[in-house]
Nanobody
């Protein structure tokens, strides 16, 4: 069983920055795609950024150039650096670990609120 624990959310003004962390209970980065998703009130959960086991990254168009996903293998931790935050980035952000033929793992989520 893999546990994912997010931290780093909070309240920030528009234009500010936050760094989210996702600590995994075991080292799974070599076999799982790690991702960050978000869900705003009344909206579906959407992919924000992902990183494959080989380090290839993918970003949603709405965060390209502003957010960066990274990982620290020694700490079993994935990060999401969020810069130039906008009010529309307000959401609960979830960490996700997925691979083929296995049910994905989710963290409990961390709230990010961006004030205008």
């Amino acid at each position: 069983q893999v546990q994912l624990v997010e931290s780093g959310g909070g309240l920030v003004q528009a234009g500010g920055s936050l760094r989210l962390s996702c600590a995994a209970s075991v080292n799974i980065f070599s076999i799982y795609v790690m991702g960050w998703y978000r869900q705003a009130p009344g909206k579906q959960r959407e992919l924000v950024a992902a990183m494959t086991s080989g380090g290839t990254t993918t970003y949603a168009d709405f965060v390209k150039g502003r957010f960066t996903i990274s990982r620290d293998n020694a700490k079993n931790t994935v990060y999401l650096q969020m810069n130039s935050l906008k009010p529309e980035d307000t959401a609960v952000y979830y960490c996700n670990a997925r691979r083929q033929a296995v049910a994905p793992y989710w963290g409990q989520g961390t709230q990010v609120t961006v004030s205008s």
